[in-house]
């Protein structure tokens, strides 16, 4: 095949088609956690607040029975007071295509983890997005994209798109996820990431 | 300082039309990988991505698809690729946009990935959703774009490989 161009230095590029902060080769590893025993909770703390934007990725699974979970609760620097809001767009493997939200939450709800009664060794995979989580004037939005397919037509698993809240206006120094309803099963990865 | 990574490791720009647009011997040393292609072909088509030139009914999808007033889903089971458009599809003249994020590609699980794709031509267009799923715990090493109908990507189409 015929190339015009190798190894362009292109990483503003690529990271600026989600929308987010744009800058070649500011992409930075905070923290990665890959899960070597089974665990409610992962959390990053004493994030600094030296860049303009966080991403984690992950890949996940739970230990229940379900072939979905609701995915992940996250909260902010411990705070579990109803101050969080999201909205859910998602469809499952079958078809059905379904939104909802939810207001003065005590976690911002997003899509999704892979449940323990899907095909074994099927991970669910997500990214979330907070701009501008040093801000002290602003509140925080998330935004998360995930789910997974388990190669049937079925209800479920799902996929699709999430938005949070967090109503307050401190920087962000620590994210906790947790699983909504059981454990994250051991090989679970979740990777910090500062753009700057 | 925390360590730089989202690492550009091959960019593609065809001068030419060609078929298929291949990234092969990958590194397994990044944890991810995203793929981002901007393109043209020679009919309106649908783009597919296969790995480790797997041809085999080892892929699946499911797609969720915004397209004017209604919003669709649909999904693959068994299929040859992962099938990156349901209703929507490529133009001849307009560049549509996609991404596609590969998770833990170097690991030993099944391979989950999911892509965003925009298009839009003044009348028609669409944004989709996709996650996939490659049923198969061997790295991946090579990653290949193609066209569902067998069809080119145009001159000038660019992809581009990063490490993340």
């Given amino acids: ?196 | 300082m925390a360590t730089a990574t989202f690492v550009p490791i091959a960019t593609q720009t065809l001068g030419s039309a060609a078929a298929s647009i291949t990234f092969s011997s990958i590194p397994g040393t990044y944890t991810d990988l995203r793929l981002v292609l901007t393109c043209t072909t020679s009919v309106a088509d649908s783009v597919i991505v296969q790995y480790n030139a797997d041809t085999a009914t080892n892929y699946s999808a499911t797609l969720l698809t915004g397209s004017g007033a209604a919003a669709a889903s649909t999904s693959t089971t068994s299929a040859t690729s992962i099938r990156l458009h349901n209703v929507g599809q490529t133009s001849t003249t307009v560049p549509e946009t996609f991404s596609l994020d590969v998770f833990s590609y170097a690991g030993s699980t099944n391979k989950t990935a999911f892509a965003t794709s925009a298009t839009d031509t003044n009348g028609a267009g669409s944004v989709e959703l996709t996650v996939g799923l490659w049923r198969s715990t061997s790295a991946i090493t090579q990653v290949t774009l193609k066209l569902l109908g067998g069809n080119n990507f145009a001159i000038g189409s660019i992809a581009t490989l990063f490490g993340i």
């Fill in chain 1, 1 to 196: 095949m015929p190339l015009l161009q190798t190894k362009a230095d292109a990483s503003a590029w690529g990271y600026g088609f989600l929308g987010a902060t744009t800058s070649t080769g500011n992409f930075f590893l905070i923290s990665k956690q890959v899960l070597g025993s089974t665990s409610a909770t992962v959390t990053f703390s004493s994030i600094p607040n030296t860049y303009k934007s966080l991403q984690i990725r992950s890949i996940a699974r739970d230990s229940g029975s379900n072939s979905q979970d609701i995915g992940f609760a996250f909260n902010f620097n411990s705070d579990t007071g109803n101050n969080y809001t999201w909205h859910r767009l998602y469809t499952s493997e079958g078809g059905t295509i379904t939104a909802n939200a939810g207001s003065s939450q005590p976690a911002n709800y997003m899509w999704g983890c892979a449940g323990g009664g899907l095909a074994s060794n099927i991970f669910s995979a997500s990214t979330y997005d907070i701009i501008d989580y040093a801000s002290t004037s602003k509140n925080k939005t998330l935004r998360g994209i995930g789910g997974t397919n388990n190669n049937t037509s079925s209800a479920n698993p799902f996929f699709g798109i999430s938005s949070g809240l967090w109503m307050s206006t401190s920087a962000i120094n620590s994210i906790t996820i947790t699983d909504y309803t059981n454990n994250f099963v051991t090989g679970s990865t979740f990777a910090l990431y500062g753009v700057s």
